[in-house]
């Protein structure tokens, strides 16, 4: 079964920047589609960017200007760079990737989470 691991997580000051990466794993033939999901305590989960297997991207609102998603295809791994954070944007952040196996199956997997924390 393929995993993906998260890091990158901490503690920032509101203003600050912070990056994010997940590395996926196992026996894998390709990924399709990544993404950066979080949720604050008591919040629903949040799409916050989703990145094609081709590098096209798409943002929330509610971080459109200041989060950037990009992978890195060779690496199997995806990137969340985080500028100009804010309070709001406190969250334990996951990655999803949809990955295809060598016998043509596939499945969604989720990173273990990591915890940003944005102070003001």
């Known amino acids: 079964q393929a995993r993906m691991v998260e890091s990158g997580g901490g503690l920032v000051q509101a203003g600050g920047s912070l990056t994010l990466s997940c590395a996926a794993s196992?026996?894998?033939?390709?990924?399709?589609?990544m993404g950066w999901y979080r949720q604050a305590p008591g919040k629903q989960l949040e799409l916050v960017a989703v990145?094609?297997?081709?590098?096209?991207?798409n943002t929330a609102d509610s971080v459109k200007g200041r989060f950037t998603i990009s992978r890195d295809n060779a690496k199997n791994t995806v990137y969340l760079q985080m500028n100009s954070l804010k309070p709001e944007d406190t969250a334990v952040y996951y990655c999803?990737?949809?990955?295809?196996?060598?016998?043509?199956?596939?499945?969604?997997?989720w990173g273990q989470g990591t915890q940003v924390t944005v102070s003001s």
């Open positions: 990145i094609t297997s081709a590098g096209d991207t």
């Open positions: 999803k990737a949809k990955v295809y196996y060598t016998n043509l199956r596939y499945s969604d997997v």
């Open positions: 196992g026996s894998i033939n390709r990924i399709n589609d």
